[in-house]
Structures are given as structure tokens and as C-alpha cells.
């Protein structure tokens, strides 16, 4: 571990005021500006280049040791009212092996009876469980959330053995890799963001899945054929839109999983898949639900 320092800058504010906020960052010389959530309230899956925030905002800034923040301080605290902001705090961060704080916190994780998730670095036990081997500083995923786990705890109770899969959304391609790990035939892995289709190919990669099983498209790219389970772990709003596609790229008889829906989207989503899907089951985790269901014959 080096012993280098930064000073931070930590200002608690709202939406309205980020933009403002930012740039007063920036003119100051920031090595890195990160915006999070007061409330810890999710915000998944936002459509290349766009920007969602909350209404309630943590904006840190990261700075040189030695930068002298007099200025920024001052412009902040003319700017209090104006900017919504309700306090800021400069203080000082010693360097650390932020990958292996991070892997402190991240231990193995159990979905359904037979499916775990580890770190890579982590003693695998050599036993008859189903092993998916993911690393830290993925942006799109490692099972923690509960959406994540609903539908990894389906792919543990109806392994898909040599169904023909797409992962739609794929991010980390978490539930590809999981699909196949558990007998799936040719799988399609589809997102809009290409840096997930780079993460499933580097988890691909790491878990010692031949590049021939996971075929990586963006959605405009992706094959057209009816696949016997389509897996979409998006928003409410995408997965309205996409029913018609979603409709047509599982076959009769095939198998439906969404997620990435909250309890109370969940009669919006089943009414509109009604259409063409039957036999719905919806399993909730907090606040979270995961709908399951058939192609109509």
C-alpha cells in the first residue's frame, strides 16, 4: 500500500442543483466526481447516455492532496440556499487496496439448493455444486441484488439442460453464465450497453465457458430465432415495449422469466404478457418480484 492522500469533498444536495455543483467541482480540479443516492434508492438500467438521478443526491469529489479548496468552499458555502445544499464536508482519504476492501465484503452466495457465486480469489471447494466464478469492479451485477437472486434461484430449480437460452439484458451475463453452467444448450447474450457484452465475455473467460456457447450481440444484432427460455432482467418500462419482441423470439410451449419489476408493477406486466403467455407465477423478495410463465400453445 502506497501512502498517498487525497482530500474529498462530500456535498449533499438535490437533483436540480447537480449540474451546478459538478462544474463548480470540476473548475477546481477534480480528479473524480461521483454521485449517489441519500436514500439508497435504486436507479437500473438507464439507456445509453442518459442521465437518471434522485431527487435526494451524495456528490463526492476527489482532489489532489496539495489542491487548495478555499475557493470551491467559499463558492458552496455563498451558494447554500440556492444550490439545496444541506451541508458539505472536506475531508482527508488515505490511500487503500479499495480491491481487496471490497472483497472483504464479498463472499460466496447461495441461490436455490445447488448454484453459488464466488470470488475468484476465494478457496472453491471442490464438491458437486454449480460454481460461477465472478471479480470485483463489475458495474453490471454479482447477485446481490434481489432481482438478480430471484431469477438465479429459478435457473436452480428449472435447470434449462440443453435448452436454447437468450439472456436478455445480460450485463455481467450473470444469468448466461449461470444457464449454462446448469446444461443449457446455445445461449445469446443481448444488452444495450457493449461494456456488458465485454463483462460476460471476460466472466466468460474466467469461468472457462468456450466462446462457441455464449454468443454476444447488441439487441439490434441479436439472432431472430425462437428459443425455448428468454430471461430478461430490465425495468417495467422496457419490458411493456418489448413484449411483442419478447413474444416472438420464445417459442410455443417456451419458458418466460422478467424481473427488475417491483410488487406493485407486477399486474401491469402480467396483464400486458397475457396476451400470449399463460400459467404466471410471481415470486417476491422485498420489494422486488420475478414473474415466470408459459408460451400459449
Not at 444536495?13 to 455543483?21: K, L, V
Not at 464466488?118 to 441484488?145: C, M, Q, R
Not at 450481440?217 to 427460455?229: G, H, I, M, S, W
Request: with cysteine; aromatic share 8%.
Amino acid at each position: 500500500m502506497s501512502d498517498q492522500r487525497w482530500l474529498q469533498l462530500v456535498c449533499y444536495t438535490q437533483e436540480d442543483s447537480a449540474e451546478a455543483i459538478e462544474t463548480a467541482m470540476e473548475e477546481s480540479n477534480a480528479l473524480s466526481i461521483t454521485l449517489q443516492d441519500k436514500f439508497d434508492t435504486p436507479v437500473l438500467e438507464p439507456l445509453p447516455g442518459e442521465l437518471r438521478l434522485w431527487k435526494d443526491l451524495i456528490i463526492t469529489a476527489l482532489f489532489d492532496y496539495d489542491t487548495d479548496l478555499a475557493t470551491l468552499s467559499e463558492l458552496l458555502e455563498n451558494n447554500t440556499e440556492t444550490w439545496n445544499i444541506d451541508k458539505f464536508i472536506i475531508e482527508t482519504v488515505e490511500d487503500q487496496d479499495w480491491e481487496r476492501v471490497w472483497m472483504k465484503d464479498f463472499h460466496p452466495m447461495k441461490f436455490g439448493e445447488n448454484l453459488w457465486i464466488y470470488p475468484s480469489n476465494y478457496d472453491i471447494p471442490e464438491d458437486d455444486s454449480v460454481k460461477i466464478l465472478l471479480d470485483p469492479g463489475l458495474a453490471f451485477g454479482t447477485g446481490t441484488h434481489p432481482t438478480t437472486a430471484l431469477c438465479l434461484e429459478w435457473l436452480d430449480n428449472n435447470p434449462p439442460k440443453n435448452n436454447t437460452v437468450i439472456d436478455y439484458g445480460c450485463g455481467s451475463g450473470i444469468l448466461a453464465l449461470a444457464a449454462e453452467k446448469l446444461g443449457a444448450g446455445q445461449i445469446v447474450a443481448t444488452d444495450i450497453d457493449p461494456q456488458a457484452l465485454v463483462a460476460t465475455k471476460d466472466n466468460m473467460q474466467r469461468n472457462d465457458i468456450a466462446a462457441e456457447k455464449i454468443s454476444c450481440y447488441l439487441p439490434d444484432d441479436c439472432p431472430t430465432e425462437a428459443v425455448d427460455l428468454l430471461m430478461a432482467n430490465i425495468l417495467c418500462g422496457p419490458l411493456n415495449e418489448l413484449f411483442p419482441l419478447f413474444s416472438s423470439l420464445t417459442r410455443k410451449g417456451g419458458k418466460l422469466v422478467l424481473s427488475g419489476l417491483l410488487s406493485e408493477q407486477q399486474h401491469q406486466i402480467i396483464e400486458t404478457y397475457s396476451a400470449d403467455f399463460e400459467e404466471f407465477e410471481v415470486k417476491q423478495l422485498g420489494d422486488w418480484v420475478r414473474i415466470s410463465a408459459i408460451k400459449s400453445s
